[in-house]
């Protein structure tokens, strides 16, 4: 498609369960992002590809979040021994370079229970 | 994590009102964006702004990088039922790091 996508849309799990959240970016677009929506609140960023690379993981709150880009184009977050406080809007974003325009994808909206 | 300050916080406005929000960072930016998101549905860019002083419109929408580089204003005429939603604003600062901080949203209801 033409839009940046994201699977799945929802997501319930367990505390304590692993998940795995996919974006597909823009086709062409070498940057990547990745961001937490918590509700009534804005996109707090969590994590920026350029290409394969992680250029700035500094939103990651802690080590059982992980986000991978092994070709340059899908990526994967993964979130380890889920917490309910992990409940939110994981959205995803791309953009044709570091700085310019992003634009997002629709989200996954994640549940722990 | 951090978020930028926007105010209002919420609005409930008569159709055909004009609306004016703003968003302020301690910090400069040298980039600043403002989107639209509706419920279920991830932010779309309404206008993006690259130099202190520049004013873009889109369509109804008109937004000002602030000449200190530490705010932006969005001003819509004439608001429609459909411009309902949650404004957020992004600003990317200069330290060298291309994550986007993000405001705290306006939630906007407009009255028929």
């Known amino acids: 498609g033409a839009g940046v996508s994201q699977t799945p849309s929802n997501k319930v799990t367990e505390k304590g369960k692993y998940v795995e959240l996919r974006c597909d970016p823009i086709?062409?677009?070498?940057?990547l992002y990745w961001y937490r929506q918590s509700l009534g609140q804005g996109p707090e960023f969590l994590i920026y590809?350029?290409?394969?690379?992680?250029?700035?993981d500094s939103g990651l709150p802690n080590d059982r979040f992980f986000a991978v880009r092994p070709e340059g184009s899908v990526s994967t977050l993964k979130i380890q021994r889920t917490e309910r406080g992990d409940s939110a809007v994981y959205l995803c974003?791309?953009?044709?370079?570091?700085?310019?325009?992003?634009?997002f994808g629709p989200g996954t909206r994640l549940l722990v229970l | 994590g951090q978020q930028l300050n926007q105010s209002p916080q919420s609005m409930f406005i008569q159709e055909g009102e004009d609306v004016s929000m703003n968003c302020t960072s301690s910090?400069?930016?040298?980039?600043w964006l403002w989107y639209k998101q509706d419920p279920g549905e991830g932010p779309v860019l309404l206008i993006a702004l690259y130099k202190a002083g520049e004013l873009t419109s889109n369509g109804r929408l008109t937004a000002q990088f602030g000449i200190t580089r530490k705010d932006s204003f969005l001003n819509i005429s004439a608001s429609i039922p459909s411009d309902v939603g949650i404004y957020f604003c992004a600003g990317h600062s200069t330290s060298g790091t291309y994550k986007y901080i993000f405001g705290t949203g306006t939630r906007l209801k407009v009255l028929a």
């Open positions: 086709s062409g677009h070498t940057a």
């Open positions: 974003a791309s953009s044709t370079g570091a700085g310019e325009t992003q634009y």
């Open positions: 590809f350029q290409g394969t690379g992680a250029a700035d």
């Open positions: 910090s400069i930016f040298n980039t």
